[in-house]
């Protein structure tokens, strides 16, 4: 019996022709958007944060628990997906949602990340990428064909492009040449997308690179839009640049690209970047970051960081966060969490990762219906001078 | 909110006045029972098997899965809660069963096993004994009337006098000291206990110490029955002693103990040896076997153990045991488990630990179900018959 639906009045259409997109409401301020994503596998109502599943799992976090705190999309890794246990075991398994026991939408990326990010060797031609596995040392190659393929067998609901990322700083020439490969990629991928056969309604995003260049960035969002895609993601920030950079950037795609597609700022990012790329008119959002600072015992809260193991919260018997309605909070003190990671108990990064998830998803939501509500200015200031006050 | 209940009709009765005990049925070809224990916090259905949460939680899994699984009293381990968070703290905290959120009853140890089992150093003298903790080489003692005074201070349900453990072989000599000493420390324990005044009823249990020498266990039990406890442990088994050797000892013990108390096997066992004891006519068992070789990939299943890590489970699309009723098994496939396992992903020792807790827990339910229907010894082989065929 599988008895879990993800939130959000998942609708079950097999009739759905391509993923949609409706814009609910716009701020009048700023360029904030509410909208609804509509998949085959349920509604996510933006702007959303999704969850990391890096190998097919949040980490500690089992679906019913990701449900329970309204998750309504979670993203897989490509990379991770591919060399363990392999694309098509999970499709001879009846793909990524059924392997893992999640209903709901997937997203996932398309590996361009992971080969610049995590494996030892990278060869870049026109035709792919050359890389070495960071679990074996085993060569690989993958090219924009092998990417959709891979996303095809996981069955994944939202399918990014392959693209070529750099790190920062990078210079002209070379950004240039990684925006080249990037739209070359993308025209290969869509081509791919149209060629192969799923059942149903699934979704191709492009991806914008360019690195700081205006220039670079504004060809590269302008020749994908003029490819089409369902939706796009903004690509390789994050990585080092100044924060006015990343923003600066961000506004320059979101303002061309076409309202009527979802817009994701992917690897962003604490509170305050989220709701600052939110008022650009981003939809949505991942980050290891909850989840991973979680694990290590710093949990984010209404109130900024708490760093649980510190001594000050022995004996706090208060929740993490007395805000959140979140499991841990409604039944563990500050003062027990300190214990478990004292410990070294597995149920502390359960605990913690449940409450930062919860929070980061409740202030998605809080966000959402201040845009509805014409509140969106209003419920950010308060948010942030709330977060910045600092742990009581 | 503190949402959960433990499983078993909890009883909420302040005017107990000490731990009940009652026998519903007994099996006419065997000696095993079925009976019920009430205390405060709630009926513990027996024979019962008590999940391991050594340090306030029971490795991996929250307060509301041992709910989920049925667990109506787990095991925390006074030497470890002891040393770490301290067993003033928690009691300034509220007690264990606030700290840990865990409103069910719960047993302690005296922490006699861990300063045999796990410190560097231990000096055994008639007041007690000095050891070494093994998490700082801190210099420690602990008497009968300390360990009375932590466990009061955990506000433990279910208190066990401390005794003196000993390795197998031993000579006679030291054995006989041995018991010598647990029966003195047992009588001070008592005393204690006396005059400490907690609220509501609690319950204090000898244990019988003897190695495998029968004059010794005899002597052991029939003065612990004199000094007269609520319930009759029997410890210093299956610390390496022939198997036959752990059941005589066994039957020994049970010969001797009244009826009317409930009788406990510390660290027992494998479910063959749970059954084969329950056929002696004892009532309660812990064991950290379920949950250890869980976090390891080792599973128990109505057929016996599964490796899971094993490859030839790479492409099994079937539930872990496909007659179990856990979350695990209704949701997750053995392909699945084992690339969590594979990958180091935190789910797989919980998913795995949820999956053999509930299997030992159901295992339990069954055997009461068929003792009180007079079924116990058809039972027993049909269950074991079925653990012997091996996986499927």
């Given at each position: 019996m599988r008895w879990h639906r993800p939130a959000g009045n998942p609708r079950n259409n097999s009739t759905l022709n391509s993923m949609e997109f409706h814009v609910e409401k716009k701020d009048s301020r700023t360029d904030a958007r509410a909208g609804v994503v509509v998949t085959e596998r349920g509604r996510i109502e933006t702007p959303v944060f999704m969850p990391v599943g890096t190998q097919g799992t949040v980490k500690t976090l089992s679906p019913r628990?990701?449900?329970?705190?309204?998750?309504?999309?979670?993203l897989a890794n490509t990379y991770h997906l591919y060399l363990r246990p392999g694309h098509?075991?999970?499709r001879e398994l009846g793909g990524l949602h059924s392997f893992m026991s999640w209903p709901g939408p997937?997203?996932?990326?398309?590996?361009?990340?992971?080969?610049?990010?995590?494996?030892?060797?990278?060869?870049?031609?026109?035709?792919?990428?050359?890389?070495?596995?960071?679990?074996?040392?085993?060569?690989?190659?993958?090219?924009?064909?092998l990417a959709i393929e891979i996303q095809r067998a996981l069955d994944s609901d939202m399918v990014m492009v392959l693209d070529q990322c750099v790190g920062y700083p990078v210079d002209h020439p070379l950004a240039r040449q990684s925006v080249e490969n990037t739209l070359e990629w993308a025209g290969r991928c869509k081509s791919a997308w149209e060629s192969s056969d799923p059942p149903g309604a699934r979704a191709l995003f492009g991806i914008v690179q360019g690195s700081t260049y205006e220039d670079l960035r504004k060809r590269c969002t302008q020749e994908l839009v003029d490819i089409g895609?369902?939706?796009?993601?903004?690509?390789?920030?994050?990585?080092?640049?100044?924060?006015?950079a990343t923003f600066e950037m961000t506004a320059l795609s979101t303002g061309l690209l076409p309202e009527g597609r979802p817009r994701y700022l992917m690897g962003v990012g604490f509170p305050r970047?989220?709701?600052?790329?939110?008022?650009?008119?981003?939809?949505?959002?991942?980050?290891?970051?909850?989840?991973?600072n979680a694990r290590n015992g710093t949990l984010f809260t209404s109130r900024g960081k708490l760093v649980v193991k510190n001594v000050e919260f022995a004996k706090d018997l208060r929740p993490i966060d007395e805000d959140c309605d979140c499991y841990t909070c409604r039944n563990f003190s500050r003062a027990y969490l300190r214990h478990l990671f004292q410990a070294g108990e597995l149920l502390a990064p359960r605990l913690?990762?449940?409450?930062?998830?919860?929070?980061?998803?409740?202030?998605?939501?809080?966000?959402?219906?201040?845009?509805?509500?014409?509140?969106f200015s209003e419920w950010s200031a308060e948010f942030l001078a709330r977060y910045d006050a600092g742990p009581q």
């Open positions: 628990e990701l449900v329970e705190i309204g998750a309504q999309v979670i098509e075991l999970v997937i997203l996932t990326d398309s590996g361009g990340f992971q080969v610049f990010s995590l494996s030892d060797l990278r060869v870049v031609r026109k035709e792919g990428v050359v890389f070495r596995s960071h679990l074996d040392g085993s060569e690989h190659f993958i090219s924009p064909e895609f369902d939706g796009y993601a903004i690509g390789g920030l994050s990585v080092g640049e100044p924060k006015s970047d989220i709701i600052r790329a939110v008022s650009l008119g981003v939809d949505m959002f991942d980050c290891v970051m909850p989840t991973r913690a990762t449940l409450h930062s998830l919860r929070f980061f998803l409740r202030m998605m939501a809080d966000m959402r219906r201040s845009i509805l509500h014409g509140q």
